[in-house]
């Protein structure tokens, strides 16, 4: 099953806008998951384009999000 974010409970969420998207990555207790769309102001909520796992394993986890400016976003986190 992909990643529900409004269901699954998520452990260190990171945000990071690429142009009008937003991508929302999150650890379920398990591999990071990441939800790639449009944020919507007027209701607070996320319009999911793309969802899926960062990684194929569970072995990278706990993601944090590294960007200056509008350079490229560096993806750092735990390798168990």
Same mark, same amino acid.
């Given at each position: 099953?992909?990643?529900?974010?409004h269901?699954?409970?998520?452990?260190?969420? =990171?945000?990071?806008?690429? %142009?009008?998207? #937003? &991508?929302?990555?999150?650890?379920?207790? !398990?591999? +990071?998951?990441?939800?790639?769309?449009?944020?919507?102001?007027?209701?607070?909520?996320? =319009?999911?384009e793309?969802? %899926?796992?960062? #990684? &194929?394993?569970?072995?990278?986890?706990? !993601?944090? +999000?590294?960007r200056?400016?509008?350079?490229?976003?560096?993806?750092?986190?735990?390798?168990?």
């Amino acid at each position: 099953p992909g990643p529900n974010p409004h269901k699954v409970p998520a452990e260190c969420p =990171a945000v990071v806008v690429f %142009g009008e998207r #937003w &991508a929302l990555l999150y650890s379920p207790y !398990a591999a +990071i998951e990441c939800v790639v769309g449009r944020f919507d102001a007027a209701t607070n909520s996320l =319009a999911p384009e793309w969802t %899926g796992r960062l #990684w &194929a394993t569970d072995a990278f986890y706990a !993601a944090n +999000i590294a960007r200056e400016g509008a350079g490229p976003a560096v993806v750092l986190g735990w390798i168990r």
